[in-house]
T-cell receptor, first 110, second 119 residues
């Protein structure tokens, strides 16, 4: 079956630090890949997505590239802000089923 | 895109009672999904709700505990039956839609969730 492996948190960074959250996957077919974000007390929101190999998804300064050769979709941001503190979920969709990673909690301190 | 609404947004229920959560989508979709997000954990798929047929449940979830209705292509309900404190979670409705005609990739949309607390 499909699976998503995501680095465990929590990840604590200082403001303006570089962020990488690793995500690798196994899937049948041609999955679409997503990063979702959940801010404290709020619901799940789509952050970015990529639907085929070598696509780069980007939003709010975050980026992730669909790497089929390494089955990865790592999330990066060049300079994090306190407002980026949230839980980040990597996910894939294949044959209309979504599989989520465990989520990585990011805490950015001033 | 798809706009999904859920009712109620939150509820506090007593042990042993049942709660029915409603999910309404602004356009017709073939498949609707119900997820659970327990405190501090990721989302877990409960079941897939297809219109006109019985829901398909994932391992660890059974129809007696989580009966689902799907009367039409824009609406579904999930009932959490005979609740216990372990059922305290956020329950989310979700749909998947083709991005565009001829495109085999999908867009995933989530409802705002129903926060359930069982005392």
């Amino acid at each position: 079956g499909n699976s998503v492996t995501q680095m465990e948190g929590p990840v604590t960074l200082s403001e303006e630090a570089f962020l990488t959250i690793n995500c690798t996957y196994t899937a049948t077919g041609y999955p679409s890949l997503f990063w979702y974000v959940q801010y404290p007390g709020e619901g799940l929101q789509l952050l970015l997505k990529a639907t085929k190999a070598d696509d780069k998804g980007s939003n709010k300064g975050f980026e992730a590239t669909y790497r089929k050769e390494t089955t990865s979709f790592h999330l990066e941001k060049g300079s994090v802000q306190v407002s980026d503190s949230a839980v980040y979920f990597c996910a894939l969709t294949s044959y209309q089923k979504v599989t989520f990673g465990i989520g990585t909690k990011l805490q950015v301190i001033p | 895109s798809a706009v999904i609404s859920q009712k109620p947004s939150r509820d506090i229920c007593q042990r042993g009672t049942s709660l029915t959560i409603q999910c309404q989508v602004d356009s017709q979709v073939t498949m609707m999904f119900w997820y659970r997000q327990q405190p501090g954990q990721s989302l877990t798929l409960i079941a897939t709700a297809n219109q006109g047929s019985e829901a398909t449940y994932e391992s660890g979830f059974v129809i007696d505990k989580f009966p689902i209705s799907r009367p039409n292509l824009t609406f579904s309900t999930l009932t959490v039956s005979n609740m216990s404190p372990e059922d305290s979670s956020i329950y989310l409705c979700s749909v998947v839609r083709l991005r565009s005609q001829g495109d085999l990739s999908y867009e995933q949309y989530f409802g705002p969730g129903t926060r359930l607390t069982v005392t």
